[in-house]
């Protein structure tokens, strides 16, 4: 595994040395990163996602390119094939959906490429949850509604019952709960959160396909999700979001803009520091 990046490193995201693994986005080509975008449409080989990268981002930015669908390959057949192509002078591109750190398998890919000495980078994208967020038109985080963000996942092949914190999660009160890998089990989520007790009026909201053209909204609570998922057929490719926070209401005024944005005097010339900082977060 290579060193993280030290202080006097260079850290632009387009001219490092080696792949790139580069997060393609939620699915609206327009959601490519600027440093994404140009590292797909320099690239002679790119290494896709399958279905889960929008086929007009690939079309618009990767048609000049050998394009690969990593979708039932291996990592024996995979790294080969990038290393390979690296080592004889191509220009590779790893592109994942999404952002790479979340429920990705990129840095098991990268550290096989390293074991070939094969450098590695990460290039983040935009995650589905903040392109659901802008699609239900609200914020993960309001004041006096959601404090905090989890990113998490239902029991399942690859999770086991006791390793399923979402009933944790949503009993916090104050938290948004963002459901990755979950649209084939959220009948079976629901019914173990009411099982467990949990208000059946809380909101929930399940956007599939967040950002591409066929975007789907679903709205609901936990008692009356599921049935309403199960009706419109969907299995997979859907972010699923609980929480208050989900309604974009019942929020109180933040304090980011001093008493000015709460309805008082407009703000002086002076040096507010706490003010200055906290729009810079």
């Known amino acids: 595994m ?3 990046v030290d202080g006097d490193a260079d850290t632009g995201f387009t001219d490092k040395e080696g792949i790139p693994f580069v997060g393609a986005g939620p699915g609206d080509p327009e959601l490519l990163t600027v440093a994404g975008r140009r590292l797909v449409e320099e690239a002679d080989l790119v290494v896709h996602a399958g279905s889960l ?7 618009e930015y990767c048609d000049h390119a050998e394009q690969v669908n990593s979708v039932g390959k ?3 057949e995979l790294i080969p094939l990038m290393a390979d192509a690296y080592e004889s002078g191509e220009t590779v591109v790893r592109l994942h959906s999404g952002d790479p750190a979340v429920y990705g398998a990129a ?5 096989a490429l390293e074991s070939e000495g094969v450098p590695t980078y990460l290039v983040p994208g935009v995650t589905s949850a903040f392109a659901a967020s ?3 038109r609200t914020q993960l985080t309001l004041n006096e509604v959601a404090n905090h963000v989890v990113f998490t996942r239902p029991q399942g092949r690859t999770l086991s019952a006791e390793e399923d914190h979402i009933s944790d ?17 959220v009948e079976e989520t629901m019914d173990r959160l009411l099982d467990e007790g949990h208000d059946p009026e809380t909101p ?3 956007v599939y396909h967040a950002s591409w ?7 609901g609570t936990i008692e009356t999700i599921g049935q309403k998922v199960s009706e419109a057929g969907y299995r997979a490719s859907a972010l699923v979001m609980i929480g208050e926070a989900v309604t974009g209401s019942d929020y109180e005024r933040s304090f980011l803009y001093g008493d000015w944005a709460r309805g008082g005097d407009a703000p002086n010339d002076g040096d507010d520091s706490e003010t200055q900082e906290r729009d810079t977060q």
């Open 169 to 185: 999660f949503v009993g916090f009160g104050d938290t948004t709960v963002c459901i990755y890998l979950g649209t084939h089990a």
């Open 134 to 136: 802008a699609t239900l």
């Open 107 to 111: 840095l098991e890919q990268m550290d």
């Open 204 to 206: 929930v909201a399940v």
């Open 2 to 4: 290579s060193d993280p």
């Open 53 to 59: 990268v929008n086929s007009e981002l690939l079309d």
């Open 213 to 219: 053209p066929d975007e789907d909204v679903i709205e």
């Open 74 to 76: 291996d990592l024996e």
